[in-house]
């Protein structure tokens, strides 16, 4: 809701190939590209430009990635995962998607690890840890959702970004109902994500405190007028059709 729709787009796998070989003044006229964009991806914005994250506690987000996979009938791993029944646990041993480790880090590092064949190293840790700390306005963790929507707010501008939770998992349990086994392999799997977490988490930390005394507040206030939102929005719904009619 910050930028109108004429100034944003979101892209996923194929609509990226699309967008590189867009003309330049196409790519260019955009204020907001979204997706799952590995960091290079200013290379075709022909304008100044700068990145913002959100990262995930790797645990939280193998599990996250694991039951979405299993609840879309659209989501590659579906028919694996339907038909052998597949739990956590299997499907890493198996070693059937780089996403499931370290991918985070495989992202912020750049796009020279794109290549899912490309075993992520320590080497693109330090790369991601540079990227986030020199090229991103804002390093933010779905953790701290709210929080990082106002350092958001407060470094670009933005109107009070409101906002109703969409597209959450349902069958995903609590990560605390892995057992010890499952919860050792996906560490194992993500060790490097879990280095950058921390460090993403220390750079949060110090975005939240430049942003002063006042913040605490600020949140809390947001947090209160952000409870009411949903409640608001149907109203406004039914409102603006009874202006239409």
């Given at each position: 809701r910050q930028y109108s729709r004429a100034q944003t787009v979101k892209l996923d796998d194929?609509?990226?190939?699309?967008?590189?070989?867009?003309?330049?003044?196409?790519?260019?006229?955009y204020r907001l590209v979204e997706g799952h964009l590995y960091f290079g991806f200013h290379r075709f914005i022909p304008r100044a430009s700068t990145y913002i994250t959100f990262l995930r506690r790797p645990?939280?987000?193998?599990?996250?990635f694991y039951y979405y996979a299993r609840s879309t009938s659209d989501h590659y791993l579906y028919p694996l995962l339907a038909s052998e029944r597949l739990d956590l646990k299997t499907l890493l041993s198996r070693d059937l998607t780089s996403e499931l480790c370290n991918g985070q880090t495989r992202q912020l590092a750049g796009d020279e690890w794109e290549d899912p064949q490309?075993?992520?190293?320590?080497?693109?840790?330090?790369?991601?840890?540079?990227?986030?700390?020199?090229?991103?306005?804002?390093?933010?963790?779905?953790?701290?959702?709210?929080?990082?929507?106002?350092?958001?707010?407060?470094?670009?501008?933005?109107?009070?970004?409101?906002?109703?939770?969409?597209?959450?998992?349902k069958e995903k349990p609590d990560d605390t109902a892995l057992d010890a086994e499952t919860r050792g392999l996906v560490e194992e799997a993500n060790s490097l994500d879990l280095e950058l977490y921390e460090y993403a988490r220390n750079l949060f930390e110090e975005q939240r405190r430049a942003a002063g005394d006042s913040f605490a507040a600020e949140l809390?206030?947001?947090?209160?007028?952000?409870?009411?939102?949903?409640r608001a929005v149907p109203r406004f719904a039914r409102a603006f059709r009874r202006i239409l009619r």
């Amino acid at each position: 809701r910050q930028y109108s729709r004429a100034q944003t787009v979101k892209l996923d796998d194929p609509q990226i190939i699309a967008f590189k070989s867009l003309p330049a003044a196409q790519r260019g006229r955009y204020r907001l590209v979204e997706g799952h964009l590995y960091f290079g991806f200013h290379r075709f914005i022909p304008r100044a430009s700068t990145y913002i994250t959100f990262l995930r506690r790797p645990v939280e987000r193998v599990l996250s990635f694991y039951y979405y996979a299993r609840s879309t009938s659209d989501h590659y791993l579906y028919p694996l995962l339907a038909s052998e029944r597949l739990d956590l646990k299997t499907l890493l041993s198996r070693d059937l998607t780089s996403e499931l480790c370290n991918g985070q880090t495989r992202q912020l590092a750049g796009d020279e690890w794109e290549d899912p064949q490309r075993v992520v190293t320590r080497a693109a840790l330090e790369r991601a840890q540079s990227n986030l700390r020199s090229h991103f306005r804002v390093v933010g963790l779905l953790e701290e959702f709210d929080a990082s929507l106002l350092l958001l707010r407060r470094a670009f501008d933005w109107q009070l970004p409101f906002y109703v939770k969409e597209n959450v998992t349902k069958e995903k349990p609590d990560d605390t109902a892995l057992d010890a086994e499952t919860r050792g392999l996906v560490e194992e799997a993500n060790s490097l994500d879990l280095e950058l977490y921390e460090y993403a988490r220390n750079l949060f930390e110090e975005q939240r405190r430049a942003a002063g005394d006042s913040f605490a507040a600020e949140l809390s206030d947001f947090r209160r007028l952000n409870r009411a939102y949903p409640r608001a929005v149907p109203r406004f719904a039914r409102a603006f059709r009874r202006i239409l009619r």
